[in-house]
């Protein structure tokens, strides 16, 4: 089948089944599936797509037909222009959490940012305390206490070293896996300063 062929078949089930943005989706299910960008899908509308990659996509579609959100099917959510890991144990990155970052970088005074490391309550994946390590350049202590803190929290860390690789800049994301209480890990070793 090919490339253009798949892709309306894909966003015709979408729709059938009732999924908002259904071309959307499909689209980015099949970049994936075949790990070429979105220029690349109309620039190749006319290739001949493999069985495995067709068979792959096919599987993407029935997973989103179920509403199983694009970004669990991925493993994979943009956020701050930056890819994240998203596994279904973590809450998907929403734009309202770049909104309040960018209020939040807005709005700090550079005195208390300076003065202290940084603190992310409940961090899930990671991306609010990576954001606020790329922006500020200072260390974030990140933190969780869900039953699948563990988890979380290396998902927390991979997607905070990956940034830090992006950027390749100084500042650090501490990933701790608290249970019970969440300021345990500190031992008054770490000051932190509020906005």
Sequence with gaps: MRLAQLLEYGSRELAEAGVPEYRLDARLLLENCLGITRTQVFLKAQSEVDDPSQQRFLAFIERRKKREPVAYILGEQEFWSLPFHV???????????????????????????????????????????????????KEVVASDISSAAFYIQTI???NCQYSTIIKSNHSSCKIFNIKNILFRCFNGSITFFGF
Aim: a negative charge; glycine letters at 8%; one cysteine or more.
């Design 87 to 137: 596994p279904p144990a973590v809450l998907i990155p929403r734009p309202e959490t770049e909104f309040l970052l960018d209020r939040v970088l807005a709005l700090a005074l550079p005195a208390n940012i300076d003065r202290g490391a940084l603190l992310d309550l409940c961090c899930g994946s990671g991306v609010i305390a990576t954001v606020l390590a790329r922006e500020t350049g």
């Design 156 to 158: 927390a860390c991979v």
